[in-house]
């Protein structure tokens, strides 16, 4: 279960101490779609015992952030559910089948693992550079996606979503070129959650 305390938006900051961790590898149960051989990739792991964060979890230590980077083109669609701190289950994957690999937008098949610092909330209306990840606050442009979990209360509405993470093509040194199709890109990987039932929603938007 995740609650949200509040709504700030905190920036993560590259740190060799930091307790959230970008990439590595995608260890948890469940990250590939059925029917397919083609792994999610593990985009971020949230600490949840940060007491900086926006949100918490009274029964989970940390929050895996998996994004289908293999699929759809640049622009799939997934939904997932965090059944424990080593598995996760897809509920909901648009599109189902990978993309033709010389064609996948990226071709590492798990990101180098890099640690970041949660920053205190910004004041609201503050920029950022684009190249800063977030966690908490709002998608300013709207388009949440809506819950796919036919079990949820709030299915086939975005109106109990609650955004976790915000994350463009981070340049990690030492590893360029790593984002293949996405490097340079202005988008954001995305990641709400359901209040109704938990579900992770994830997806891109251009900017
Ligand atoms: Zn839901």
Not at 3 to 9: A, D, H, L, S
């Amino acid at each position: 279960m995740i609650t949200q305390k509040n709504n700030g938006e905190h920036p993560l900051e590259r740190s060799p101490a930091g307790r959230h961790v970008f990439g590595g590898h995608p260890h948890h149960k469940g990250i590939t779609p059925q029917g397919s051989e083609v792994p999610t990739h593990r985009i971020f792991e949230i600490d949840l015992s940060d007491p900086t964060l926006p949100f918490t979890s009274p029964d989970l230590r940390s929050l895996p952030l998996y994004y289908p980077l293999k699929y759809g083109s640049g622009g799939p669609v997934m939904q997932y559910r965090v059944i424990s701190e080593s598995e996760i289950q897809i509920i909901h994957m648009d599109p189902a089948d990978p993309d033709d690999e010389d064609w996948a937008y990226v071709q590492v098949s798990e990101f180098p693992e890099v640690r970041f610092n949660l920053l205190p909330a910004i004041v609201p209306g503050q920029g950022l550079p684009f190249s800063a990840a977030t966690l908490g606050g709002t998608v300013p442009y709207g388009g949440d996606q809506e819950c796919m979990n036919t079990a949820c209360p709030n299915h086939g509405s975005s109106a109990g979503c609650e955004l976790l993470a915000t994350i463009p093509p981070v340049d990690i040194e030492g590893h360029e070129g790593i984002w293949h199709e996405f490097e340079g890109g202005y988008l954001f990987f995305h990641f709400w959650y359901c209040r109704g039932c938990d579900t992770i929603i994830t997806a891109n938007r251009c900017t």
